[in-house]
Structure formats: C-alpha cells, structure tokens
C-alpha cells in the first residue's frame, strides 16, 4: 500500500489531547484504556495476551510487523488488545518461518490499527498524565461524536473482564497419566504458562473463571494455580474465595499476575490501581530470598499495597521491582503458596524467573512425599 493513499486516522485521548496518523488498512473506531508495551520483539504474543484485553496497545518499538506472523507464537485464540497505535507499520516482512503478514492477520480479526503516529510523543504524554480511555478511529471529521463515544467507555478500575477471555468449559493439557496433576483457574491464561507446566511434567485441567473450589478439587489436583488475565482483580470475588480456601486447606498454590492480585486480596491485602503499569520485557526484579536480579516480562495495571503486605504478619514479601519498589512476589507463611506479579513463562522476553514453575513443581512433590 502506498504511504500516501493511506487514510488519515488519530488517537483522542480523555483529556481532549488528539495525536494524528494513518490508518493501516482497516477503517474504523476502537475504544480502551491506552497504554503502551516498550518490548522490541515479541509483538505477535503481546496483542494475543488475555492480559491486555480492552486496552489500545501503544508500541514503542518503531518497527512493528517487519517479521509478519508465526501461527504457532499466540498466547490465546486470537487478538486480545482492542486495537494498534504504532509508529512504522510494515507492509511487507522478511522471515523464514512466516505464516503471514501483519496487516492480513488484522483484517481476519477486524482490528483497527494507525501508523505514523509519534509515539515517543504519545508515550511521554501517558508516563507525564497516567493511563486514561481513548479512542483511535478514521472517522477524523467528527470529533465531537467520536468524544461522546469516548466518554461511555468504561474505567478500568472496577472492571471485570475475566470473563470475557476465560475458557467456557474445561480442558486439559499435558500427559493425562502424568503423576502430577494441577487445577488452574484460567481468568486470562496465557498458553506458554501451560506449556511451561506440561514440559515439567504435569497434566492440567483448566477450569472456568467462575467455578468454585469444589469443582477445581473434583479433579483431585496436587496443586492449584490461578493464572494472570485483564482488568481490575477487585471484582473477582469468586477467584478469591477459590484462593482463600485453597490456602486455608495449606495445598499448594501458584499464582501469576492477576492471580497474585487475587492471592493478595484472599488474605486482606487491598490493590490499586497504578498510574501507568509495567509493561515490558525488561522490568529488573530483585528476589528478596537468594539477593539475585531477574530482567522479567511483566504486563499489568493494578499492584498490591506495600504497606499492607508489610504489616500482615502472615505475609512474607519475596521480589521487589527496582524501578518503583512495589511488590512483585509474596508467599504466605507456614502456607503452601506464592505468587508473583510479573510473569515467568516470558513470551515475549526472558527466561531468569522460568524458575518459578520448578518451584511450584518442588512444591508440589514435597506435598505429595508428606501426604502418602
């Protein structure tokens, strides 16, 4: 496609600030809360990650779309952020393995994206302003509707949207004669955490974001995990009754993401919603038990309250982010349980907290040798 065919196109953020553009291809209007990724590779995996449903993905990087598509790098079945804000779209790829380009795979999922964008200008504009709604739409003649549109969109904070990415029944994953076997609770899983679970060994049955203890338990787990996913984990009163009697019952319990959220708030610890997030694949975490450094993958909104963590006497806090120090991993004491905010299973980034998984699975073994 020719740059100067392209329509024009432009991102209106809630304060009234407009960044002008053009669009990709696909003609439209998406709505969500803005934020922006700064990973320079791995972009197919950030817009199929659950964790990003309902938001408007800004890219840092200036390429996007240079290496086209792979069917195998998804994280879920299909696109999950609302739409694209990029700063050189690329129409046409190099790349042995492709599957694809770009801008096909977004037309099969209709998903609104623009390009020309000055990104460094929008992302400063967002770090200096906070995350905010906006809307991204070739309609440029009409403001003043696409502002009335924008203004129906809901906070994120408060929002539950669990749901919306969650399996509708349960399936399993890995070897179904395995000697270990886990109930996650999928309120967003990402699929690398189930690969990163069956490479060790385990055979998992994923269950619905609303289904109880009880039903996770039918299956006569080893251990249970709670997975990441998108939006305010307020909301998910279930998920945490699920977690609150999961640790009561002192059963091995992991928790990424949203899940640690959830863990958190099961054992009193209140979240809140953050000014911009942590969006990244180069986010410095430091574990507090062996004094190391991780470089981790991390992708959320909403943290935990430090002081309230510090204060529960039953709560150990494990990882810290070096950048603003809030909490990035907790395990509950004299409990078989912990959680962290980032995520290990990477795709995109890096593999210093794969780790955790062997944890868990360690975690799970002694449970067993002391059970039987």
């Known amino acids: 496609m020719k740059y100067q065919t392209r329509k024009k196109a432009l991102v209106l953020l809630a304060d009234g600030t407009i960044f002008y553009g053009k669009s990709v291809g696909i003609e439209g209007t998406a709505t969500g809360e803005i934020c922006f990724n700064t990973g320079m590779t791995g972009y197919q995996e950030i817009f199929t990650d659950p964790s990003y449903y309902g938001q408007l993905m800004v890219a840092t990087n200036a390429h996007i779309g240079n290496y086209g598509i792979n069917n195998n790098e998804v994280e879920s079945e299909g696109i999950k952020i609302a739409g694209l804000i990029c700063r050189n779209f690329s129409f046409n790829h190099s790349r042995v393995d492709s599957d694809g380009n770009l801008k096909n795979w977004f037309i099969e999922h209709n998903l609104v994206a623009i390009s020309d964008v000055d990104t460094r200008a929008l992302v400063s ?5 906070g995350a905010m709604n906006a809307i991204i739409s070739t309609d440029i003649e009409n403001i003043d509707t696409l502002k009335k549109q924008l203004a129906n969109v809901p906070s994120m904070q408060g929002l539950e949207l669990a749901s919306k990415v969650s399996t509708t029944k349960p399936y399993f994953i890995g070897d179904e004669n395995s000697e270990i076997k886990i109930s996650a609770l999928d309120i967003g899983i990402k699929k690398n955490i189930l690969r990163n679970l069956a490479k060790r060994g385990a055979y998992i049955k994923v269950f619905p974001y609303n289904s109880t203890f009880e039903e996770l338990a039918v299956f006569n787990p080893d251990g249970y995990f709670i997975s990441n996913g998108p939006g305010d984990p307020e909301p998910l009163i279930e998920a945490q009754s699920v977690a609150k009697e999961i640790i009561n019952r002192n059963l091995p319990l992991f928790g990424i993401c949203l899940g640690h959220q959830v863990i958190a708030l099961s054992q009193g610890i209140s979240t809140y919603k953050m000014y911009n997030g942590h969006r990244g694949i180069n986010h ?14 991390q992708n959320h909104g909403f943290a935990i309250n430090r ?11 494990t990882h810290v982010h070096l950048n603003d120090h809030t909490v990035a991993g907790i395990k509950i004491k004299n409990k078989n349980a912990f959680s962290v905010q980032y995520h290990p299973e990477a795709s995109p980034g890096p593999h210093d907290s794969e780790y955790l998984f062997d944890q868990f699975i360690n975690n799970i073994k002694e449970s067993k040798k002391v059970s039987s």
């Open 284 to 297: 410095p975490v430091k574990n507090l038990l062996t004094s190391k450094g991780e470089i981790t993958s």
């Open 307 to 317: 002081e309230e963590t510090e204060a529960n006497e039953n709560i150990e806090i």
């Open 125 to 129: 504009y967002i770090r200096d302003n």
